[in-house]
């Protein structure tokens, strides 16, 4: 998925200016979070997207639902890109890219959904480019920075989205008690049917709006005859042009 471009059924990802591609577990999630966005509706009106790269992950649930989104990107040039696809969308009005330092980001209107797929490897060797290191380290913002400007910024009925990695999930469960967040849902993902989890998607609410036990369920992107699984496939048939 590293092209110029990638083309969706509804929309079109440019991406020759973000450090960050489109992924297939970007897009995974994406879908996920869009039919868990289906299950609320009409409660959510307002959205939030942390580290916007593309847009992609707004445009995804922009297609599904009514939502109005401001979606923050430190990168300059990311944050040129994603406006760039989002004025090319059906749902421009819907979608405010800001070039804007979440963790300086606070709105006087609460948000009913908080969406993000904020850095990995917090802690490892970063690489030569700049950009990329934002995008994939946690060098431009702690994971403790992130459930922060959640809990700052979410509603006190709403329902906070995330894209981790599985090899922090220990950590993240602690760290999610010490902001009084709880999980309402966390999908392991793996790449396929005979590889180890890798992501964890995470739905999740304030500590206050959910007493209710955690759903546990996963996902396999590629079954054994590296095909897309059954369950990918009901999830990315409104966006991927061949499925």
């Not at 970063?126 to 913002?141: C, E, F, P, V």
């Amino acid at each position: 998925m590293a092209n110029s471009h990638f083309q969706f059924k509804q929309f079109t990802i440019h991406q020759d200016k973000c450090a960050m591609k489109v992924t297939t577990d970007s897009c995974l999630f994406g879908a996920w979070a869009a039919e868990k966005v289906k299950l609320l509706d009409p409660g959510i009106n307002k959205g939030l997207d942390i580290g916007t790269g593309t847009g992609l992950l707004s445009l995804m649930l922009a297609q599904q639902s009514n939502i109005y989104f401001d979606a923050l990107e430190i990168d300059v040039n990311a944050t040129k890109q994603a406006q760039e696809n989002v004025l090319l969308s059906p749902w421009k009005e819907r979608i405010n890219v800001l070039n804007f330092d979440a963790i300086e980001f606070s709105n006087t209107t609460l948000y009913d959904l908080i969406i993000s797929n904020p850095p990995f490897y917090e802690n490892e060797l970063k690489g030569k480019n700049s950009g990329k290191n934002i995008a994939h380290h946690d060098g431009g913002l702690l994971l403790p920075e992130l459930l922060s400007i959640i809990k700052r910024n979410l509603a006190a009925n709403g329902v906070f989205l995330l894209l981790l990695p599985y090899k922090r999930h220990e950590e993240i469960r602690k760290l999610f008690t010490e902001h009084e967040l709880v999980i309402e849902q966390i999908t392991f993902v793996k790449q396929s049917v005979n590889h180890d989890y890798f992501r964890i998607m995470l739905a999740g609410r304030l500590q206050s709006a959910w007493p209710a036990e955690t759903i546990i369920n996963d996902i396999a992107i590629k079954s054994e005859d590296d095909k897309y699984t059954p369950a990918f496939t009901e999830l990315l048939k409104d966006y991927y042009l061949y499925l």
